[in-house]
């Protein structure tokens, strides 16, 4: 069946630094979304990708989505303590309503 | 606007004992999603709803389990009996529903979910 993988699990960096999370999956998809849940909290949704190659940004958050339409990234430039949480990537194929989400990247920021 | 709301938002009971958790969607929103997450992996679709109708249950895990969503409004997720390996947190997701070339992509709105813990 589909997978979607996310790369890394963790990642701890100081704050200030960059934080990259890759998403990857089996299946060509149709659109993506984004999503950040904080500690103790619930999935928030950032964005969706649905064009091959999109780039969007959101203030210090740049987003793509490859030209495969199969694997994404979300890039976080110059880290701030309120960034900490975990984002999840959810992939959904054409004709489907599901969406399959990624392992998660559980970011800290260390201040 | 209100938005999506589950109860209980902890529950513990013993293996074999009945649950019964409810969602309560953003009002107007056709599509009704439950998801869970056990302890640190990923968040896995159970089941998806349109209005009262089950679109998608590729993702329950066995018939212990049974959702419903009674008129189209709020949806319970019912397990019977419970097992240790259902522990975790069971969340509800919301949209609305775009007859349009925008199908699927509506943005999906999470409730806090409701954290299951079975003994």
């Known amino acids: 069946g589909q997978q979607v993988m996310q790369i890394p699990q963790y990642q701890h960096v100081q704050e200030g630094e960059d934080f990259t999370t890759y998403c990857n999956s089996s299946t060509t998809l149709s659109n993506i979304q984004w999503y950040k849940q904080r500690p103790g909290g619930h999935p928030v949704f950032l964005i969706q990708?649905?064009?091959?190659?999109e780039v969007k940004k959101q203030k210090r958050l740049t987003f793509q989505f490859g030209e495969a339409k199969k694997n994404s990234s979300l890039h976080i430039t110059a880290t701030q303590t309120t960034d900490v949480g975990t984002y999840f990537c959810?992939?959904?194929?054409?004709?489907?309503?599901?969406?399959?989400f990624g392992t998660g990247t559980r970011l800290k920021v260390l201040a | 606007e209100a938005g999506v709301t589950q109860f209980p938002s902890h529950s513990v009971i013993e293996k074999g004992q009945t649950v019964t958790l409810r969602c309560d969607p953003i009002s107007g929103h056709d599509n009704l999603y439950w998801y869970r997450r056990v302890m640190g992996k990923e968040i896995k679709f159970l089941l998806h709803f349109v209005k009262e109708s089950k679109q998608d249950e590729s993702g329950m895990p066995n018939n212990r389990f049974l959702a419903e969503r009674t008129g189209g409004t709020y949806s319970t997720l019912k397990v019977q009996p419970a097992e240790l390996e259902d522990s975790g947190v069971y969340f509800c997701a919301s949209s609305q529903g775009i007859r349009s070339e925008r199908w699927g992509q509506e943005t999906q709105y999470f409730g806090p979910g409701t954290r299951l813990l079975v003994l």
């Open positions: 959810a992939g959904r194929t054409s004709g489907t309503y599901k969406y399959i």
């Open positions: 990708l649905v064009k091959s190659g």
